[in-house]
């Protein structure tokens, strides 16, 4: 089964802070994303990684930047935490597919953030 | 851009048949997804479809119309740990085949 574990489930901040999000996956996939759930609005996709160091902007990546240094490990950072960006954050990974494709994206359990 | 819709909220008793309807419009459809969330979890995922008709697995079943831009997710047989939430996600292959997301259905099996 795959398995993508986030480092926190519950996590408070204070505003202004520097806030890393770390998500991990084992089943070697390509493909790594990060999202957002807030209530009436669903899964928003913040920034995605489709290999090693490399990046692509989501729909709503303002506030936010991403690392990926290791084919595993995809880190969220929030730059100076602000109290609209109080949301759960879900980490996903899938492998690469070419056309048409069945493949899933996997999620962590979400790290419920509260920045006061 | 795209534009998916779901009910917010639905109810249903233990044992009937629950459908939960997805409408979405998209400029490059590459397929379509299923997940289900109980609450404090991870999404895990039910169904994909691509082409029209109808995917079953076990008392879970997806149908896909392409030309009117539906889906719905058919619970048979519902049992009190079906209450989650069910989200329909669209892959856009205008979109670097990224999914976009509706807001989800919160499903709730009564007694």
């Known amino acids: 089964d795959v398995k993508v574990t986030q480092s926190s489930r519950y996590l408070v901040k204070r505003t202004g802070e520097k806030v890393f999000l770390e998500c991990v996956q084992d089943?070697?996939?390509?493909?790594m994303f990060w999202y957002r759930q807030d209530p009436g609005l669903g899964l928003r996709l913040i920034y995605f990684s489709y290999d090693v160091k490399m990046k692509e902007k989501g729909d709503i990546p303002e506030g936010y930047s991403v690392s990926r240094e290791k084919k595993e490990r995809f880190s969220l950072i929030l730059e100076s935490a602000s109290t609209n960006q109080t949301s759960m954050y879900l980490c996903?990974?899938?492998?690469?597919?070419?056309?048409?494709?069945?493949?899933?994206?996997?999620f962590g359990d979400g790290t419920r953030l509260s920045i006061l | 851009g795209q534009n998916i819709d779901q009910p917010t909220e639905m109810t249903a008793t233990e044992g009937a048949i629950v459908q939960i309807n997805c409408t979405y419009q998209t400029s490059g459809f590459n397929g379509l997804f299923w997940y289900q969330q109980h609450a404090g979890e991870a999404p895990t995922f039910l169904s994909y479809n691509v082409l029209d008709g109808l995917e079953e697995k076990g008392r879970f079943s997806s149908f896909l119309s392409r030309s009117k831009g539906y889906s719905y997710l058919l619970l048979k047989e519902l049992q009190m740990k079906d209450s989650a939430s069910y989200l329909c996600a669209v892959r856009d292959n205008n979109a670097g085949n990224m999914l976009t997301f509706g807001g989800g259905t919160r499903l709730m099996v009564k007694p």
């Open positions: 089943m070697d996939h390509e493909n």
């Open positions: 996903a990974s899938s492998l690469t597919q070419v056309g048409p494709s069945n493949q899933p994206q996997h």
